[in-house]
DNA sequence: CGGGATTCACG
DNA sequence: ATCGTTA
DNA sequence: TAACGATAGTGAATCCCG
């Protein structure tokens, strides 16, 4: 059924604005006693704010020389922890910081060093931000009273429920909003406290102690100011709005150096070339700032106002909507104090890179409720109401992913019985289940050992999840939840045709393939993604689509989630009908043995599928867990299977330079194979994945010691566009790559004019395998052989389409 | 109308 | 996709 | 070992600027 609230669009895009001022307070819960499990203690993340503590004692006691002087004065926090291995000596001389955990994160130095000075710098960092930005009484308490509570907390730790119950009393009782909060109620909650929340999480690489940060600052929220929580969740997750609204800021690097220099009167070519030293934006116009003279203090930023801002972005378009949104973003940045202008970058970029993301949110949100309830009562969080909690908040958010449906409920009325009141409903998209990969068919063997499991061919098209509500409107979300309904008017007009009379809702989750009419045959990938985006009509589909169904997660009313996979698809069977070129259901196949499933998979491939699911089919275990990568779906890939994946030896043209964690070392690589013809080395991709940091590093060592200042005249590459490297090699260093598929590419120059005039080759999901000492670059794979293995790839996807023939008749639409 | 920037799909 | 860190 | 987050790829469509 339906929760409380439809979910509708409009809807839900008003509440931002009205939410801080029509809170509605929130409503006392019913006393409810969850029968304490003994398993639960036992069982995996019993988070509570009491262990945290202890993990916050250990450190304090470790390092007595933990410089406190901060912390007295209002310093900003920033000061400190912008400075990010930079090279400015200007603005140096003020802080005595030695390094921050990210620079030394880079350069991979002996682990133990590194602890102890990132602990340090943990505790400075976190007290200076305490103090400045005053979070709120509690705050202070709760530092007071930490070395008293240590001893009994160490003595005990295994199994005290008393005495941690008791601590954890205290510290919810201490926790109260303290007259400094006493504005966020009416202003909204400060942005700054949400950036100093950022930059104590973004000092530690501790899962625990993010958690705890997040949940901490959750609460405060909750106390003081419940109407921003909705915004300051949206905004710790960097998202404006639920995916399927598809509302995008429009904003990428391009604008946002643009904006940054504007702000700041700094030449574009000085932010770019900060950016190449520091891997990072924000600290860019954080230091930009920093370098500006201030007239005068600007109005302090709240969450409300940030959050508007960016709605504000994400709905400007049309003409000179680009300068709008730039100077929305200056404006912002004029406002920005401290460490904000950091932040409010990186929220623009869509990675706030503070190694906190969607599920410790959902955690922390569950803990900060639950406290928050007990803390109203006069009570303590019991654990396990905790532990539960996080366990309902996933689940709820799995099969309603809508933070605008259950952060108001959640306030409103618990997250007690929150199951019940926000369930999966036609209309709203649920986060797909995903599959582990596995490498070999044994292992699949071991994983189902004594397991009754099923295969299904793995198609190579796009993840389609079909909705119909009993109001007989359809949808087609996208795997990421993406409304595709405007992409697939074919799809939801044929529905149709493949529902039986007695479906009057459903969820199926399919995969969209291109189909070639002609041959009733599946296409490739490629051929797919040439079909336009948006409104589409059905009249001018140009690419043809068959939808496979393979699990059916609704019906009529009904969630079938924890229903068996083959009850499941039993109900999906009798629901819908087959369409020949149109709706078929995903082949499949029972058998248990290692033959049975070769030759399955053989065939799949044949039949131009990426290879094999192979799924739990029976019992509880094989229910649909959203968003789990579950070891109950594994997927076997052709490309993993020997023989079949394709490796390539090619020479290094050129590099780009790192960002973030890779900032100071090449981050990706441009890549040539070997023309002996024209004694000249074509492009053919990119790689970027697959090194690990010893890698990188050592390449960038051998590398610079090759640059050259233009490509070689016998460099065959793209003259110009986001492909040309930042910096040029000499023809020397040679890798081994690993391949999925070879495409057709408008970009690359590898093999032109060998299976197409215009086009050359690169590859689909490059992998850096391991150097080639051995071999000289001009013993590199050569673009005949490239070609070949193009050519060897087009076959079996075309089966008798009859050589090079074929291969362009694919591509012509 | 071409090209740059952005977003989205796949893995 | 792969890798590294944490638990 | 699993969960999670951070880093990367090609290609196409689409929007906006000049």
Wanted: overall charge neutral.
């Amino acid at each position: 059924m339906p929760p409380k609230k439809a979910p509708g669009k409009q809807a839900t895009l008003g509440s931002f604005f009205a939410m801080p001022a029509g809170v509605k307070p929130p409503v006392p819960v019913k006393e409810e006693k969850v029968a304490s499990s003994p398993a639960i203690e036992a069982g995996s993340s019993p988070v509570t704010e009491k262990k945290e503590e202890d993990v916050e004692v250990a450190e304090v006691k470790k390092d007595d020389d933990v410089k406190m002087s901060d912390a007295e004065s209002d310093v900003e926090p920033s000061k400190k922890t912008t400075k990010r291995k930079v090279v400015d000596s200007s603005s140096e001389s003020e802080t005595a910081t030695p390094k921050s955990p990210k620079t030394k994160r880079t350069k991979s130095p002996p682990k133990k060093q590194a602890k102890t000075t990132k602990r340090s710098i943990i505790e400075t960092t976190n007290d200076s931000i305490d103090s400045a930005i005053s979070v709120s009484k509690a705050a202070a308490k709760e530092d007071a009273a930490t070395p008293e509570a240590e001893s009994e907390v160490s003595d005990k730790e295994a199994d005290v429920p008393d005495a941690v119950a008791k601590k954890a009393a205290e510290e919810i009782k201490a926790f109260k909003p303290a007259e400094k909060t006493k504005d966020w109620e009416k202003e909204g909650v400060p942005y700054a406290a949400l950036c100093a929340t950022f930059e104590k999480i973004e000092s530690t690489t501790k899962r625990l102690e993010i958690l705890s940060y997040t949940s901490k600052f959750f609460r405060t929220v909750i106390a003081a100011s419940p109407g921003s929580l909705l915004q300051v969740v949206y905004l710790t997750i960097n998202r404006i709005a639920p995916d399927y609204e598809g509302v995008e800021l429009g904003i990428g690097e391009g604008l946002l150096i643009k904006a940054i220099s504007e702000a700041t009167g700094r030449s574009i070519a000085q932010v770019k070339q900060d950016y190449q030293e520091t891997g990072d934006l924000g600290t860019v116009a954080q230091r930009s700032k920093g370098m500006q003279p201030t007239m005068f203090k600007p109005k302090p930023l709240t969450v409300p106002s940030v959050f508007s801002n960016l709605k504000e972005i994400a709905t400007t378009s049309g003409q000179s909507s680009q300068a709008k949104k730039i100077g929305i973003i200056k404006k912002l940045l004029s406002s920005c104090q401290g460490n904000e202008a950091k932040y409010l970058i990186r929220s623009l970029e869509g990675k706030l890179r503070i190694r906190l993301a969607e599920k410790t949110v959902l955690t922390a949100l569950a803990q900060a409720v639950v406290a928050s309830e007990a803390d109203k009562k006069g009570k303590i969080a019991k654990t396990e109401d905790i532990v539960q909690g996080e366990d309902t908040l996933k689940t709820v958010f799995s099969n309603l992913p809508s933070y605008d449906i259950i952060v108001p409920e959640l306030l409103n009325n618990g997250v007690n019985g929150l199951g019940d009141r926000c369930t999966l409903t036609p209309g709203v998209p649920l986060k797909p289940m995903l599959a582990k990969p596995t490498k070999a068919i044994t292992e699949v063997l071991d994983r189902f050992e004594n397991q009754k499991f099923t295969c299904e061919y793995k198609y190579d098209g796009e993840r389609a999840q079909i909705h119909l509500t009993p109001d007989g409107k359809s949808k087609v979300y996208s795997r990421n939840s993406e409304d595709m309904s405007g992409r697939y008017p074919d799809i939801v007009s044929r529905l149709e045709r493949v529902v039986n009379d007695a479906t009057k809702s459903f969820v199926l989750d399919c995969e969209a393939v291109a189909w070639d009419i002609q041959e009733k045959k599946i296409l490739p990938f490629q051929v797919l993604s040439t079909r336009k985006r948006k409104d589409v009509q059905e009249a001018d589909v140009k690419i043809k689509v068959c939808v496979f169904a393979f699990d059916l997660l609704y019906l009529n009313g009904e969630s079938l989630l924890t229903k068996s996979l083959s009850e499941r698809r039993t109900k999906m069977h009798e629901a819908f009908q087959e369409v020949e070129g149109e709706f078929l259901f995903a082949k499949w196949m029972d058998g248990q043995s290692i033959e049975e499933i070769q030759f399955f998979l053989d065939e799949s491939v044949k039949d131009s599928c990426e290879g094999l699911m192979v799924k739990m089919l029976e019992g509880p275990e094989s229910g649909y867990e959203p968003s789990k990568r579950s070891r109950n779906w594994l997927k076997i890939k052709k490309d993993y299977l020997a023989g079949v994946g394709d490796s390539l030896d090619l020479v290094v043209l050129g590099a780009y330079h790192g960002r973030g964690k890779r900032t100071n070392v090449y981050g990706a690589f441009l890549l040539g194979c070997y023309n002996p013809e024209a004694e000249q080395w074509e492009s053919i991709c990119k790689v970027g994945t697959g090194f690990s940091e010893e890698d990188l590093e050592n390449h960038h060592k051998v590398l610079k010691e090759h640059v050259i200042v233009k490509p070689k005249g016998y460099y065959s590459v793209a003259d110009s566009g986001p492909n040309k490297p930042d910096v040029w090699f000499e023809p020397r260093v040679v890798w081994e790559l690993l391949t999925a598929d070879l495409s057709l590419s408008p970009t690359y120059k590898a093999a032109i004019g060998m299976v197409n005039a215009e086009k050359g080759i690169s590859l689909r999901f490059p992998r850096y395998l391991r150097v080639r000492d051995d071999k000289k670059p001009e013993e590199a794979t050569t673009s005949e052989q490239v070609a070949e293995m193009y050519r060897a790839q087009a076959s079996t996807q075309k089966a008798s389409g009859g050589g090079a023939g074929g291969v362009d008749d694919d591509f012509e639409y």
